[in-house]
């Protein structure tokens, strides 16, 4: 088959988030929907999940990509991992799929785990390191220290994962650019297929919020954020990766293809508390009370669980189109655009575009609307400007 062959086979597929909210404990600067200390409820929560993917996918076909996220979906028994892939697979079959994807966090692995994901078809891990330096990851409420992070990445090729994932944090509680260059060191010798690398949000309500409000601890400033943001890139691109996201990179062929399709306004179907889906023009999100999420499932009261969350006309959607696609570093293929919307994006928000260019934020790039490096600096003004 070749690519065009492909892309068409594709083109009306979807992908499928499935949330899992478990986590062993709370980082201190997560605010992710994920609760520690829940066990009890892990059952309920999955036979709940089979339920809501049997009512909502039965007659589809075509998926894509699936994408198992969390809290920390490898803190569960994976049979119960197992036994939510086989329902999928057994209403819409598996030759379409692509790339399923599930988060591990090094902390609650072991080689059953990695062999039954391996088993239920799973082809790209997505593991949380965050940094490799111990003192900070204690500091930050990680389970794990860089030992077991270097131990649970073995195991997973040991069993026979080609394709694995990265996290890293940028800015961390007295992070410094040295640690930030041992770590990028550390983590270049274990050659991931993909490296995503996220400048901490710190989240209003969390424990890291209040351990620097106390100064306790104490972050990095912006400059120095930013200092570690282009040395990031510098290092991946030295090696490499593939800067083709704001916050990802990736060596060729290895982007995320689950993420690629969202940034592409792809259709998906989100399964479980908090998820979220989009589907013929319309968002809409999960409710985020686990108890009241499985209760309304066992009910079969499925219009209580969801929230809509905007329905999409033409011009919000082709907006929200230029937003995504300016997350990415290739930006807005002014082509594809007009094959999508049936209008020029160049005229369609000359003055914005106008705006942006003057001010060196965006460039125009032969055929595509592209951050400059000062825009990947301050991509939220340019974002702004398509709200
Ligand atoms: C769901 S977690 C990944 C899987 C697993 N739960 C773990 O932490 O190992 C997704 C990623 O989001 C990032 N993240 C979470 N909270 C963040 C925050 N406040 N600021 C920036 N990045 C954050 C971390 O890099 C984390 O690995
Ligand atoms: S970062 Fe991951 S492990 Fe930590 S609390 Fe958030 S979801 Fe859980």
């Known amino acids: 088959m070749n690519a065009k062959e492909t892309e068409d086979i594709f083109r009306n597929s979807f992908g499928i988030y499935i949330h899992i909210p478990f986590c062993k404990q709370k980082c201190y ?8 200390k829940k066990e009890e409820m892990i059952e309920q929560y999955i036979n709940a999940l089979k339920k809501e993917i049997k009512y909502k996918l039965n007659g589809k076909d075509k998926i894509d990509t699936i994408y198992i996220g969390g809290g920390t979906p490898s803190v569960i028994n994976s049979k119960y991992i197992v036994e939510v892939l086989e329902e999928i697979y057994s209403i819409v079959g598996f030759d379409k799929t692509r790339e399923v994807t599930i988060e591990v966090n090094p902390g609650t692995v072991d080689k059953e785990k990695i062999e039954d994901y391996k088993r239920a078809k799973i082809n790209r891990i997505s593991l949380g390191l ?68 996220y400048s901490l949000i710190l989240e209003e309500g969390t424990k890291l919020e ?18 570690m943001y282009w040395k990031t890139k510098e290092v991946l691109e030295n090696n490499g ?23 592409n306004q792809q259709e998906y179907y989100g399964f479980g508390v908090a998820a979220h889906s989009y589907i013929n023009n319309v968002r809409y999100s999960n ?49 594809e655009y007009k094959a999508k919307f049936q209008e020029n994006p160049l005229y369609t928000y000359r003055k914005e575009i106008e705006k942006l260019t003057e001010s060196e934020l965006l460039e125009i790039d032969g055929d595509n609307i592209k951050l400059t490096a000062k825009g990947i600096d301050f991509a939220n003004l340019v974002w702004e400007e398509f709200v």
């Open 29 to 36: 600067y997560c605010d992710f929907v994920s609760f520690a």
């Open 130 to 197: 965050q940094t490799t330096n111990d003192t900070i990851l204690k500091s930050i409420g990680r389970i794990h220290t860089y030992k077991q992070f270097e131990e649970a990445y073995k195991l997973i090729q040991q069993v026979g994962f080609t394709n694995i994932n990265v996290d890293l944090m940028l800015a961390l509680p007295n992070q410094t650019l040295e640690d930030l260059d041992r770590s990028l060191k550390q983590v270049m010798n274990l050659k991931p297929t993909h490296i995503s690398v």
């Open 210 to 227: 209040d351990l620097i409000n106390k100064k306790v601890l104490d972050l990095p400033s912006d400059d120095i954020e930013r200092k």
């Open 241 to 263: 990766y593939i800067h083709y996201e704001i916050s990802n990179f990736a060596k060729e062929s290895y982007e995320s293809k689950h993420n690629s399709n969202c940034w």
């Open 287 to 335: 409710i985020e009370d686990l108890s009241q999420y499985i209760k309304n499932i066992e009910n079969e009261e499925y219009n209580k669980i969801k929230q809509v969350n905007e329905i999409q006309t033409k011009i919000s959607k082709a907006k929200e189109y230029m937003i995504l696609k300016l997350r990415t570093i290739a930006g807005v293929e002014i082509k």
